[in-house]
């Protein structure tokens, strides 16, 4: 369903057709959809941005498509996030040594005239040029009123949210709670399915990974 097609069914439920009743439930499917794609990290709200980063650099800046980091690889080897204050307790040495990155800080973002960044810093400080890969939440695209969610199952689950916003709207409380109750239920099976989804995914790689051998795709 497009966003069109979401205003206009809800307003057929709740008996609110005109066009500024429709302007308005556009409105919540935007709301709504953004709520969506933030509760989780669903698998197509991920994606990559790839990087040369120069020697002596342990502080990148990501692109403003990422809101935050998940994973990374520094030249194709994984490197993993820890905590900055557990580091700064533990082993304050760390932040200035320089080496190959093995672990990486998630930083505060930083905005600037060309947009907002998420940033992090490497441990430890790079002695040699190399590709910093990552993995990452991206933000949510507004939808035009022809575009679809991205994200799969979402519909029912972006339908009843917006009726529950479009019954409140129309001072028809005890329906839009009972419609929330319900989007909320939508909501965790979509979450539940998510997870199922994922862990069949960490199921099937070590099985490849058994059958084929590390080492046949050297």
Request: proline share 4%; aromatic share 10%.
């Amino acid at each position: 369903m497009t966003k069109s097609n979401i205003a206009n069914y809800v307003g057929e439920k709740v008996h609110s057709t005109d066009d500024d009743s429709q302007a308005v439930f556009k409105t919540f499917v935007d709301r709504r959809y953004e709520m969506i794609w933030n509760a989780e990290l669903w698998r197509e709200s991920l994606g990559t941005v790839s990087q040369t980063v120069a020697s002596g650099v342990d502080t990148v800046s990501l692109s403003t498509t990422m809101d935050f980091p998940v994973s990374a690889y520094w030249d194709e080897r994984e490197i993993t996030p820890v905590d900055y204050q557990r580091v700064f307790q533990m082993n304050p040495a760390l932040l200035a040594e320089t080496g190959t990155p093995t672990d990486f800080i998630v930083l505060p973002k930083v905005t600037s005239a060309s947009g907002t960044y998420s940033q992090i810093k490497l441990l430890r400080i790079p002695s040699d040029a190399k590709t910093l890969l990552v993995l990452g939440k991206l933000y949510v695209t507004e939808l035009g009123d022809n575009d679809s969610p991205m994200l799969s199952g979402v519909d029912n689950t972006l339908v009843a949210f917006v009726e529950a916003d479009a019954l409140e709207y129309l001072q028809q409380y005890a329906k839009a709670q009972a419609k929330l109750q319900e989007a909320a239920a939508h909501l965790q099976l979509m979450r539940d399915m998510e997870k199922h989804q994922s862990a069949r995914v960490q199921q099937l790689v070590p099985d490849v990974e058994s059958a084929w051998g590390y080492n046949d795709f050297n």
